[in-house]
């Protein structure tokens, strides 16, 4: 539902969101916009010294992220969007400017410096108008601050500390989530609220009324006293009647003041407007399509990665369509329009001299980088993508589809079907060690794990994440405990390296044979492989090997309690389902389990993307 007319305005158009954060995306959606989500590469590096103030500072911030984002867009053939939206949020205290903190310590001296104190919180927005014109981009820029002051209650070291190690304040301005565990610290607000999670509404909303209704002399001769966005209405079809045009106003905005008196009689122009305007229209359905079109995007992708288009282009590049058909020996017609996908989709860059990879490409899909999901990729071409297409079957029947998929019964899931073949299973460990190797720093890092001296990587298949633990704590010694199979060609993964003589492989089932001792089991995305009675034989056997004060660091995407949030650990949920026995659990379904075996003080840290790590500690049984 769009409450807001002049939101109507936008529907129609292509409007881009230059912006990764997730609460900007939410706030906008939320508020009945339509919008594709591209975010800016601009590195935020202004020199703040040369802004005379600090709003001035987030504007500018905003617009060269829009304007980054519009330009690329536009160099990407046929993508030219109507209107690009960027924002910066920023938190201001004793004239210093705070941005994301870079690291632990530093969300630790902004968020210091805030307690028992008032400070202000900034957002810059800039909307960005573009139209090419002999492919020539041209852009309209406006842009408007919003200011909000926030006082903190005097946060205690023990305060600041735990909600540090929560991990909500990295990806924030001035190390705080208001909307969050942040909204714990705050005494006061004064101003939108919405303008410190991120995206001032209100006044966005001002704006568009500003830009789309620009207000004819009689308006302006009429005194207008209310600070309101325009009266509620519903899916009104804006739709000029009377003039006006559906362009913003062709002006460029003024100075604040200016721009204030403007505004409020161009609300009035609007309620007007509104009136007068009565053809309704359905709001076009943009992101249902983009849903449809989901899967026929992750199989160019996957097409293209089985091609290793992207191999080719890395190694030179730039590149026609004929001569990469030619190299990867496929048809030119068809090719072109694959790597035509992949430059829309961002993978690619299209220029007259041909098509190059993109920096993700080089780093992650090109099959010799050193974080290549390259495996991963095929893993979900060859075998995922097959198992999704009986999901129907999945649903109806409550379990995963190798059977329909082999044409043959599969008792044990790792033998019969991942590890069938020698193919098979490398292609398995494969994806499994570009997983891994992507987020084992950050598992290594979640906790202070140095007073364990020796741990155990249960599953560790090819001791990714134990070669992290092992490069962090120099003193710890790691076992990959996996299965045979799997330890002979573990070998092949392991780089030279000082962390070498820290790792040894164990072969063993983890259901049938004894875990090697260690004071702190690991268990990495092992358990939502598996049946509830099957988690808990693995966890009595880990609880049965540990002493008391062990620790099992247990590492998971978790669902949130009402399984309605976590987008990213529900599609895990159904890939559970379509390819194991087990399923994604929440925070509260695993400190279940692991209270009923004997683990306590669980902490949890939620880790950049999906994952989530818990540590727990054995007490005496
Ligand atoms: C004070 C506060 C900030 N934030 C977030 O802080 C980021 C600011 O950083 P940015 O540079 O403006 O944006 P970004 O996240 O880097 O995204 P991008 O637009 O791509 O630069 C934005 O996320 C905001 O929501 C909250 O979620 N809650 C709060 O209470």
Redesign the pocket.
Known sequence: MVLCPVIGKLLHKRVVL????P??QEILSNAGLRFEVV??RFK?KLDKASFATPYEYAMETAKQ?ALEVATRMHQKDLRTPDVVI????I?TVGGLIL??PVDKQDAYRMLSRLSGKEHS?FTGVAIVHCSSNDRQLHTRVSEFYEETTVKFSELSEELLWEYIHSGEPM????G????AL?GMLVESVHGDFLN???FPLNHFCKQLVELYYPPRPEDLRQPVQHDSIPAVDTFEDLSDVEGGGSEPAQRETGSRDEKAEVGAAGQATAEAECHRTRATLPPFPTRLLELLDGFKLSKALLTACKLKVFDWLKREAPQKAPDIASKVDASACGTEKLLDVCAAMGLLEKTQQGYSNTETANLYLASDSEYSLHGFMLQNNDVIWNLFTYLEFAIREGRNQHHRVLGKKVEDLFQDAYYRSPETQLRFMQAMHGVAKLTARQVATAFDLSRFSSACDVGGCTGALARELAREYPRLQVTVFDLPDVVELAVHFQPAGPQAAQIHFAAGDFFRDPLPSAELYVLCRILHNWSDDKVHKLLSKVAESCKPGAGLLLVETLLDEEKREAQGGLIQSLNMLVQTEGRQRSRGEYQCLLELHGFHQVQVVHLEGVLDAMLATRVAP
């Open positions: 230059a912006s990764a954060s609460r900007r975010p800016s935020e992220k960027g924002a910066d949020t938190v941005e994301k919180v990806d924030k301005a001035g705080y989530g208001i909307q942040g410190v999670v991120g």
